[in-house]
């Protein structure tokens, strides 16, 4: 398995500016997670999904972030519009929830965006 | 992460032992996780430890668990410059959520 992929791996964009990441999970798994990591903030997790569902969005930052699961095999995270304190890295991690005991959460390289 | 605490910085000697440790809030844990991350990279899962046991060992990795104390703790011995990373624990509380900790970052001096 390719792992989790996603895209794209750098974005630059300027402020105000739509940005899109794009994530695909493991297959076979049915949990995926948007974290964000910021050098004061540390790892934060935005948002989860299982069997495609949010479950839990309570770490969304604000109503410009916004992310969709259409099917199993994708997932979005969409910031709208953009501003420069949004600059991070983000991850997406997948998991086979409830598949094997230990839940263990399979992390994908990073989209590092950088918002001028 | 909420309530997973971490020193945010370790530097040894290459060949040492070096121990990273981490303190959690919810004794309802099941597993607790040591994830590394290189630069550059995303977290990569190092070792798990189930909430039932005291101990762990992986080849150069040992990893210690007091549930009294919330304490957990990885030891990576004869340290190597490959080790240096920024090291995360993380604990699985209800359902399928991870709570991490803010991070250490792990510097082996040649």
């Known amino acids: 398995d390719a792992g989790v992929i996603q895209s794209p791996r750098h974005e630059v964009t300027e402020m105000g500016q739509e940005v899109t990441l794009r994530c695909k999970p493991i297959s076979g798994h049915n949990s995926l997670f948007w974290y964000r990591q910021t050098m004061m903030r540390g790892l934060e997790l935005l948002i989860y999904f299982n069997n495609n569902v949010p479950i839990d969005d309570s770490g969304m930052p604000e109503d410009r972030f916004s992310a969709k699961m259409p099917n199993a095999s994708f997932s979005t995270l969409k910031i709208q519009p953009s501003e420069p304190r949004d600059s991070a890295v983000y991850f997406c991690?997948?998991?086979?929830?409830?598949?094997?005991?230990?839940?263990?959460?399979?992390f994908g390289p990073g989209t590092r965006l950088t918002v001028l | 992460g909420e309530d997973v605490e971490q020193s945010l910085f370790l530097s040894v000697r290459e060949g040492d032992s070096s121990v990273i440790n981490c303190t959690y809030t919810d004794s309802s844990s099941t597993y607790l996780y040591w994830y590394k991350q290189e630069p550059g990279a995303g977290l990569q899962l190092l070792t798990y430890?189930?909430?039932?046991?005291d101990m762990k060992q992986d080849q150069r990795l040992t990893v210690l668990l007091n549930k009294k104390d919330k304490h957990l703790s990885l030891r990576i011995a004869d340290t190597q410059t490959g080790d240096s990373a920024i090291y995360f624990c993380?604990?699985?509380?209800?359902?399928?959520?991870?709570?991490f900790g803010t991070g250490t970052s792990l510097t082996v001096i040649p």
């Open positions: 430890i189930f909430s039932n046991m």
């Open positions: 993380a604990e699985s509380r209800t359902g399928n959520q991870f709570y």
């Open positions: 991690a997948s998991s086979p929830q409830g598949q094997v005991n230990t839940n263990e959460q399979f």
